[in-house]
């Protein structure tokens, strides 16, 4: 599909699609049954064109699995709390993301954990998205710091309140599908800005994060494009800069 939105954001990478099936896609780039993967290259190859796709068997990070909404953590409780937190004594260093393993249990009880029933998560470039027979959960932009003021203040443009958006804390897997899927359920539901995952951060470039919403708000801030400030003179010299530094 074509979107006006991302000609105007000057987008280096494409907006990834989220899909849920039961269907496999063809040529689909995929973790390996039995080996450890993480979720975030993927979502990348996604962004540069490539479909991804997740399975249960095939993702083999157990924050992963919790990520893409393939159910709950299997070492909670007992693990994940410690091991975000100060880790155990011979069995595993903490990351130190949370002071004390309190926190981290009631990081773990504040997750909208959820098991989807579908058997594939599917990222897909939006460009290849076939709006005639797909419908995709969640759009994802992987942007600089001036794309993702931009999407934040469309974000708010049409939408009462100022608050229209969320820095929630968690994994990179967590911050562009579990957190927005479980928004999406929500009658107003908020854009999420991810990929703050200081585990993460090295996969990602410095100066990229991700903005995720709902598909039908994805529609919504495409229609709001014309008329907004994405005409103006203002932003026009931050998409110039943009250029510039290419």
């Not at 200081?198 to 990602?204: A, E, F």
Request: net charge negative; with cysteine; charged share 20%.
């Amino acid at each position: 599909m074509e979107s006006r939105l991302v000609k105007e954001l000057s987008l280096r990478y494409e907006p990834v699609a989220v899909l849920l099936s039961n269907e496999k896609p063809a040529g689909a780039l995929q973790g390996k049954e039995g080996q450890w993967s993480c979720a975030i290259p993927l979502f990348i190859a996604a962004a540069k064109g490539k479909t991804s796709v997740f399975e249960r068997k095939t993702t083999g990070c157990p924050g992963g699995k919790v990520g893409l909404g393939f159910g709950h953590y299997p070492n909670y409780p007992g693990g994940i709390e410690y091991f975000l937190s100060v880790g155990k004594s011979g069995q595993l260093e903490g990351e130190g993301y949370l002071k004390n393993p309190e926190l981290g249990a009631e990081f773990v009880e504040c997750l909208p954990i959820t098991d989807i029933p579908y058997q594939y998560v599917i990222f897909k470039p939006l460009s290849q998205l076939d709006t005639a027979r797909e419908l995709p959960e969640l759009i994802v932009f992987y942007v600089n710091n001036d794309q993702l003021s931009a999407l934040t203040v469309l974000a708010n443009y049409y939408r009462p309140g100022n608050e229209n958006v969320m820095i929630p804390f968690g994994a990179g897997c967590q911050s562009i599908f579990l957190v927005p899927y479980a928004e999406a359920q929500k009658e107003n539901p908020r854009a999420v800005v991810g990929l703050t995952d200081i585990t993460v951060r090295p996969m990602i470039e410095a100066d990229m994060l991700s903005f995720t919403v709902p598909y039908k708000m994805f529609q919504d801030m495409e229609e709001s494009v014309e008329g907004s400030f994405l005409e103006k003179h203002l932003w026009h010299r931050v998409v110039a800069r943009m250029e510039k530094g290419k």
